[in-house]
């Protein structure tokens, strides 16, 4: 399976700011996805990131809160914008498209606290 | 109507026991099928795809229902670490998607206590 890092590991950021989150693979795939999850929750996709366009967003999610971009098949980045603590989560990037083409693999996760 | 439904757990066994999970699907539709394990503050590890006629890893064996819609995973003589939150996911072609999209279940909780 290809090598993903996720940078940074863990945040704490103030109520306001806005933080990005990096997604870097060792390989070219063909679907980058960002995820959310909570404490206790199962994982909520919140978008696929598109190589050259625009990203998919799931309902509930929107560009302005959560703008991505993915500049090539292995990178990525989502901002989250204007924080509230409500938005403290772990965010995971993931990867389909290898050798398992739909299987996905998953970064370690970005741990955000905001205060 | 949730995509997935998950045996919300958690499940505390003995080691050695046997212990299996479900999970319901609610779209004909779904193509392929997962097993992830979650640990504590980790991120989901793939533990096996599940295909149509069953497919056993060691002391893992996952099945696949079409006409139920259900999915399980079925552990075997449990070890200490297996403990973790096991999640099951499936993967919907939609119009337009490349590789479709997973949905994942909440999770089952397994703890393995000597």
Known sequence: SAVISQ????????????????????????????YRQQPGQSLTLIATANQGSEATYESGFVIDKFPISRPNLTFSTLTVSNMSPEDSSIYLCSVAGTAH????????????LVL | ???VEQDPGPFNVPEGATVAFNCTYSNSASQSFFWYRQDCRKEP????????????DGRFTAQLNRASQ?????????KLS??????????????GSTL????????TQLTVWP
């Open chain 1, 101 to 112: 083409q739909e299987t996905q693999y998953f970064g370690p996760g970005t741990r955000l």
């Open chain 1, 7 to 34: 940078k940074p590991s863990r945040d704490i950021c103030q109520r306001g700011t806005s933080l990005t989150i990096q997604c870097q693979v060792d390989s070219q795939v063909t679907m980058m996805f960002w």
């Open chain 2, 1 to 3: 109507r949730k995509e």
């Open chain 2, 70 to 78: 259900y999915i399980s995973l079925l552990i075997r003589d449990s």
């Open chain 2, 45 to 56: 590890k793939l533990l096996m795809s599940v295909y149509s006629s069953g497919n056993e």
């Open chain 2, 100 to 107: 479709g999209r997973l949905y994942f279940g909440r999770g």
């Open chain 2, 82 to 95: 297996d403990s973790a939150t096991y999640l099951c996911a499936v993967n919907i072609y939609n119009r």
